[in-house]
């Protein structure tokens, strides 16, 4: 089983920046893809960024060029830079890590907020 911490939440002014850190423990070799999904206040949780093992990355339109995703396999941590934060970036931001087959072996953080208002 898999067990993740997140770190790195909090507040900041629009145009700012925050990175989020995930640490994933316990059975390595099922972690494939390793990423960060959000959810806004009274909206569906949605995909923000997530990245293979062989560093293969994918963004949300929303976020491309401003969020930058990251992963250190031999610590098991992926990384999430963001930068130029807007207002409609407030939301959970949620870890998640799964197996090499969609669907499978996935797991979820406790979430962290992060709050962008000036």
């Known amino acids: 089983q898999v067990q993740l911490v997140e770190s790195g939440g909090g507040s900041v002014q629009p145009g700012g920046s925050l990175r989020l850190s995930c640490a994933a423990s316990g059975n390595k070799f099922s972690i494939y893809v390793m990423g960060w999904f959000r959810q806004a206040p009274g909206k569906q949780r949605e995909l923000a960024a997530t990245?293979?093992?062989?560093?293969?990355?994918n963004y949300a339109d929303s976020v491309k060029g401003r969020f930058t995703i990251s992963r250190d396999n031999a610590k098991n941590t992926v990384y999430l830079q963001m930068n130029s934060l807007k207002p409609e970036d407030t939301a959970v931001y949620y870890c998640?890590?799964?197996?090499?087959?969609?669907?499978?072996?996935?797991?979820w953080g406790q979430g962290t907020l992060v709050t962008v208002s000036s």
């Open positions: 998640y890590t799964r197996g090499p087959v969609a669907g499978t072996l996935e797991v």
């Open positions: 990245i293979t093992s062989g560093g293969r990355t």
